[in-house]
């Protein structure tokens, strides 16, 4: 594919069959929104969730899901760990059919939030902040509590591949409010240090795979993950703002916003950057402590030399 589109534009140079495909994806993406609608936000997501717990554990990202599963919890009993890994397939799949319901959601006020005060702090101050999170139960709470606060912020994300499926996405988003957008690559970075110096603040996911950064400990296990959001914040002179959500019975979510992580400033920025790196992914851990069930198990989270000694202790 020729050119870098804006999210939701067709892009420049694509061929007439590639555009066919995309048109008639965007089709099913919409028939799919439809049906996730006219159902409503419990019966929508009780059929998600009952989709990937049936088809999830057949596929070959289960595997994934229990190694994962092993390198975090080794002392938990295998049983423990299957049940555990059939619950969190629930769990994605309710998220995953959420999104077609995430504005009936907020309207049904299914969002309780603690911490709210430091939210409105954050509006009333005028200065921006790095919201840093993970992949907990329904990303997209955080997001429409972050701007349901009034705060102004830059939500990041990765574009979709289809340029149609993108703009149903963004204007899903916008339903809840979500109007800011930072695209994820090198025109994204920019919008971000634009926004920031506006006065916009910035959200990132900081729990997947990154094969660059500092390397940090996560489960007593190395990983690399990004640094931008430690850099942005050093950059700016402000703070770490970590916020999660945690699933609760009938559809609903508790979203905490916790105290905010100050980052020392010294004269060696990389140590500097590795330590704000750290602090974030030590609140990861300790909210997948708190809730394994609602972290995103799926990725592969740690370096393949992990899973290379995890293969081998396997025999």
Known sequence: MAGSPLPGETPKRVGLRQDLIWRLESVGFAGFIGFMRLLGVERASALGGWLLRTLGPKTGTQKTVLRNLRIAFPDMPPDEREALALAQWEQTGRAFAETAVMDRLVAENRIEVVGLERLHAIRDSGRPVVFAGGHFANIETLAATIVGSGVPCQITYRAANNPYVDAQIIAARARYGVTLFAPK????????????????????????KFSEGPEVTFFGQPVNAAPGPSRLALRFGTVLQPMSTVRLPGVRFRVTVYEPIKLEKTDDRQADIARGVQAITSFIEERVRESPV???????????????????DEG
């Open 185 to 208: 690559g090198g025109d994204g970075a920019r919008e971000l240090l634009a926004g920031m110096a506006r006065g916009e603040s910035v959200a990132l996911m900081n729990d997947q």
């Open 294 to 312: 609602d972290w995103f198990w799926v990725h592969k989270r740690w370096p393949d030399r992990v899973y290379a000694a995890l293969k081998a």
